[in-house]
């Protein structure tokens, strides 16, 4: 099970809007609705964002929204604000199992 | 608050065996799936394996399967990553995570779940 792919690194300015993608297979991304998005801080632990492919947790902004077509689910990040800088991974069941991403380091400029 | 609190840091030496913790605070444990998922040093999150604490199923990562056991004890709450012969590189952070995560019809989507509740980790650290 190989991991998702996401782009190393997105930047934006404050009050734009950034989407980071994640490419997995028709084994994964494409085959099930169970992709979810974590972000995590330095020395922190990763906190879900967006679950279900489009679904926002209790107090999560919704300035972070998903959407998925085909084997790419999207992460988009609108309004930028400086506390958006972070790592974010993406993440697909996958039948027998669960994969990541490769992760994506926001940056705020 | 539920929480999963998890054992503290680790030092160990090539070859030595290990076992690590996971503890749901809450009254739920058998109801949830949990995974492991590790982060070396400055790298990215990988998936180690699952098990449904009901049963003690497993699944494994083929990166990880046959290095590492996972396992519950009911009794006490916990969830267990272990392994019987540490690798320099084996160091690295490990979280455990509840799969939450219900299906329009109401049903525990189990494994499928995404990753909902999370530890805040356990650094392993392995060198001679």
Redesign the interface.
């Known amino acids: 099970?190989s991991?998702l792919t996401q782009p190393a690194s997105v930047s934006g300015s404050v009050g734009q809007s950034i989407t980071i993608s994640c490419t997995g297979t028709s084994n994964d991304v494409g085959a099930?609705n169970?992709v979810?998005w974590?972000q995590?801080y330095p020395g922190q632990?990763?906190?879900?964002i967006i679950?279900?492919v489009s679904n926002r947790?209790s107090g999560v902004s919704s300035r972070f929204s998903g959407s998925k077509s085909g084997n790419t689910a999207s992460l988009i990040i609108s309004g930028l604000q400086a506390e958006d800088e972070a790592?974010y991974?993406c993440?697909s069941?996958a039948n027998?199992?669960?994969?990541?991403?490769?992760?994506t380091r926001v940056t705020v400029l | 608050e539920v929480q999963l609190v998890q054992s503290g840091a680790e030092v160990k030496k090539p070859g030595e065996s290990l076992r690590i913790s996971c503890k749901d605070s809450g009254n739920t444990f058998t109801s949830y799936w949990i995974?492991w998922?590790r982060q070396m040093p400055g790298k990215?999150?990988?998936?180690v394996g699952?098990i449904d604490p009901s049963d003690s199923y497993t699944?494994y990562?083929?990166s990880f399967n046959g290095h590492v056991t996972i396992s519950v004890d009911t009794s006490m709450s916990t969830a267990y990553l272990q392994w019987s012969s540490l690798k320099a590189s084996d160091t690295a952070i490990y979280?455990c995570?509840r799969h939450?995560?219900f299906h329009s019809t109401g049903y525990y989507?189990g494994?499928?779940?995404?990753?909902?509740l999370?530890?805040?980790?356990t650094r392993v650290t392995v060198s001679s």
């Open positions: 099970q991991a099930y169970y979810s974590y995590q632990a990763p906190k879900v679950f279900d947790p790592d991974y993440s069941y027998s199992a669960n994969v990541f991403g490769s992760g | 995974s998922v990215g999150l990988e998936w699952r699944n990562s083929p979280y995570a939450d995560g989507l494994e499928a779940g995404y990753f909902g999370w530890g805040r980790g």
